[in-house]
């Protein structure tokens, strides 16, 4: 299993592997591996050379951006290969909820500076879908731009999406001006699934990012949607009360995973979107 590309890497690193690769479960996109070396345990990655370029990008910029939260280490990358430091898995507990959101609330407080305030300097990945980050100044533009109305046409041509449910989707893209506010954009980790956050010796750790600036609750409405946050970890988030218009704000910031999952994985997720969609229009 240590191909050419592989030992040259961990060469390059000084790395000398002592056991052979285990497997780790969860990377439903890339492979993923734990290895003993003599400097010890670290995680390997095998994917798309573009997108484990994005991913080291994302890992180094979330932990410039935290103090809170552990993210692992990048080691090195080439070949289609990324080499991160190893984590050490602890239970979840409500004090490692409140560490979560008190880390996020610190990660979205990291504004734009110098640059147009939406987007990222490179496109990533979110899953196996290439994730366009070409910046701009209004979020709402955005949103609208460069996450809904790509999704919903790839859905569409794709026999994903019918015709009507499609028009919706443009009319709640092209509407976003009528109800929400523009902010400047935060930084956000962006693929933030329940999968994604780990509970380590180390406190909350986030791990396989798909980094750009946006509204944070893109991060919060992934939270919710593929997993359960609890009361602790929004006391701690909010720091007081939530945004009064938090739902319409979460169903929105579910679209785009959701018509993601849906070009993935096929038309279980339709009436998914469908729900939603009715949510943003009815106003949460």
């Not at 592997?17 to 990377?27: F, I």
């Not at 003993?36 to 951006?65: F, I, M, Q, S």
Request: hydrophobic share 40%; proline share 6%; with cysteine.
């Amino acid at each position: 299993m240590f191909d050419d590309a592989l030992m040259a890497l961990l060469d390059r690193l000084d790395l000398g592997p002592r056991d052979s690769l285990e497997p780790l479960s969860g990377g439903d996109i890339a492979a993923v591996y734990r290895l003993a070396t003599d400097r010890g345990e670290v995680v390997l990655k095998r994917d798309d050379p573009e997108r484990l370029a994005g991913e080291a990008e994302g890992l180094r910029a979330l932990k410039a951006a935290t103090t809170r939260l552990a993210v692992p280490e990048v080691w090195g990358e080439g070949d289609g290969w990324l080499v991160m430091e190893a984590l050490t898995p602890a239970r979840r507990t409500a004090a490692g909820e409140r560490a979560l959101g008190e880390g996020l609330r610190e990660l979205h407080g990291v504004p734009a500076s110098g640059e147009a305030s939406h987007g990222w300097a490179r496109d990533n990945a979110c899953g196996a879908t290439p994730q366009p980050n070409a910046p701009l100044d209004d979020g709402r533009a955005f949103q609208r731009e460069r996450r809904l109305l790509p999704l919903a046409r790839a859905c569409h041509d794709r026999g994903l999406l019918d015709a009507r449910l499609r028009e919706r989707l443009e009319a709640v893209a092209q509407a976003l001006e009528d109800w929400l506010p523009d902010a400047s954009g935060r930084r956000v980790h962006g693929d933030l699934w329940s999968g994604n956050v780990l509970y380590t010796t180390r406190g909350p750790a986030l791990i396989d990012p798909a980094v750009y600036r946006h509204y944070p609750e893109v991060d919060l409405a992934m939270l919710t949607l593929f997993g359960a946050p609890s009361e602790a970890f929004f006391e701690a988030y909010w720091n007081g009360a939530a945004p009064a218009d938090w739902p319409r704000r979460e169903a929105l910031f579910q679209l785009y995973p959701l018509l993601n999952h849906l070009l993935l994985f096929g038309g279980a997720y339709r009436d998914a979107v469908a729900r939603a969609l009715t949510r943003v229009e009815r106003g949460g």
